[in-house]
């Protein structure tokens, strides 16, 4: 009686983990070889998906209203575009609403009526070996949809 009882734990313990482990909310993240899913010739690490993100746009990358990573210190809210495709967001038009501030050398925005009007889906890499003014990481995200909210 004791074995069968064991046996179907042990059946119900490996259906559940083959059923959990099947189960996964996040679609496999493509494959990137040598860079070319985002900056060809470099290192591309995996930092996160994003799903309808509010951002605004400024010219050669995005500021999100939610922080994409916090490291050393830093909270991280903005990547520029994977290199692969510079063309295609060029091609969509977006308008730039972010300026640098002459007097406090800052980023502001140019309409301030008008915050986060686009919504981005894909994928934020972070790009070790592009160099950036402190030691925090560059951050890329490849593009799988923007939609501009009305």
């Keep these: ?14 259906l559940w983990l083959c059923v959990s482990v099947g189960c996964s909310k996040d679609p496999p993240l493509p494959a990137c070889e040598n860079g070319k899913c985002c900056w060809e010739g470099y290192t591309q690490k995996f930092v ?13 990358g995005f500021i999100f ?3 994409l ?8 809210d903005r990547a520029i575009i994977c ?13 730039n609403n972010m300026t640098i501030d002459p007097q406090t ?14 919504r981005v889906w ?9 160099p950036n003014f402190a030691a925090i990481p560059t951050l890329a995200v490849r593009i799988e949809k923007v939609e501009e909210v009305k």
């Design 83 to 95: 290199r692969v495709q510079w063309d295609m967001v060029n091609k969509m038009n977006l308008k």
């Design 105 to 118: 050398n800052k980023v502001r925005l140019i309409d301030s009526t008008r915050q986060y009007p686009y």
């Design 122 to 130: 894909g994928i934020v890499y972070e790009i070790p070996e592009i």
């Design 48 to 60: 996160k998906r994003l799903d309808g993100a509010p951002a605004e746009y400024g010219g050669l």
């Design 65 to 67: 209203k939610d922080i």
């Design 1 to 14: 009686m004791k074995r069968n009882q064991l046996r179907s734990i042990a059946a119900m313990g490996v």
């Design 69 to 76: 990573v916090e490291e050393s210190g830093y909270k991280l």
